[in-house]
């Protein structure tokens, strides 16, 4: 399967004492309501494995193409909600600019 040409790319570093309600409220309320937006094609999540102390999440969405940034649901449903004041986070729109072993099965 081809990587996605369009990405939105965030990354967070979550204070440790709401971790927890954090990623149950992630997955269970954000991530379906961002997914739902138009142009948002599939989302995945990751924690970092530890090295400096912090713990960083990142969450890939795939876009059927950068507009989707730009539609009036994302710009609802966007945000922290009740973590607003807990979350160090940087979020950035990428474009593939190239391919190398596409289709390999390595």
């Not at 954000?30 to 924690?47: M, N, T």
């Not at 609802?76 to 596409?102: H, Q």
Request: proline fraction near 6%.
């Amino acid at each position: 399967m081809p990587f996605p040409t369009d990405l939105l790319v965030v990354d967070v570093i979550i204070d440790p004492s709401v971790e927890d309600k954090w990623n149950r409220w992630y997955d269970e309320v954000h991530l379906p309501e961002i997914i739902d937006c138009p142009g948002f094609v599939q989302s995945a999540r990751y924690r970092s494995v530890e090295r400096d102390g912090k713990v960083h999440y990142i969450t890939l969405y795939e876009l059927r193409n950068l507009e989707a940034l730009n539609s009036s649901e994302f710009a609802r449903r966007r945000g922290w909600g009740p973590f607003a004041d807990k979350v160090d986070a940087t979020v950035r729109a990428y474009r593939r600019i190239s391919a190398l072993g596409e289709g390999s099965s390595e």
